[in-house]
């Protein structure tokens, strides 16, 4: 079993920033493709960022320049930055993996087979 775990949500206020942290077995951001997805109140599952192992990186176009993914090899880390926080971006927000060697680029959540257990970010006015 691949576990991944979170850390690093909370309750902020708009405009202020956070990073997220996703720890997991060492040889996958050595091989694989690995994504946060942010899941709002009532809504699906939606891909922010991913990047493969060789740092190249896909994102959607309404977090550009807010959202920045990246990894540490060295303490089998994968972080997201979090700058100018909206609202709109309350939600929980997931790191995720596939098989591997998982190197799909794909939106789809569903290709992605090990997900974290999530963490809770709230941001208030």
């Known amino acids: 079993q691949v576990r991944l775990e979170e850390s690093g949500g909370g309750s902020v206020q708009a405009g202020e920033s956070l990073k997220l942290a996703c720890t997991m077995p060492?040889?996958?951001?050595?091989?694989?493709?690995t994504a946060w997805y942010r899941q709002a109140p009532g809504m699906e599952r939606e891909l922010i960022l991913s990047?493969?192992?060789?740092?190249?990186?896909q994102y959607v176009q309404s977090v550009k320049g807010r959202f920045t993914i990246s990894q540490d090899k060295t303490r089998d880390t994968l972080f997201l930055q979090i700058d100018s926080l909206e609202i709109e971006d309350t939600g929980i927000y997931y790191c995720?993996?596939?098989?591997?060697?998982?190197?799909?680029?794909?939106?789809?959540?569903?290709?992605?087979?090990?997900w974290g257990q999530g963490t809770q970010v709230t941001v208030s006015p």
């Open positions: 990047i493969n192992s060789d740092d190249s990186q």
């Open positions: 995720a993996t596939g098989r591997w060697p998982f190197k799909t680029v794909t939106l789809d959540p569903r290709r992605y087979a090990y």
């Open positions: 060492g040889y996958i951001l050595r091989y694989c493709r």
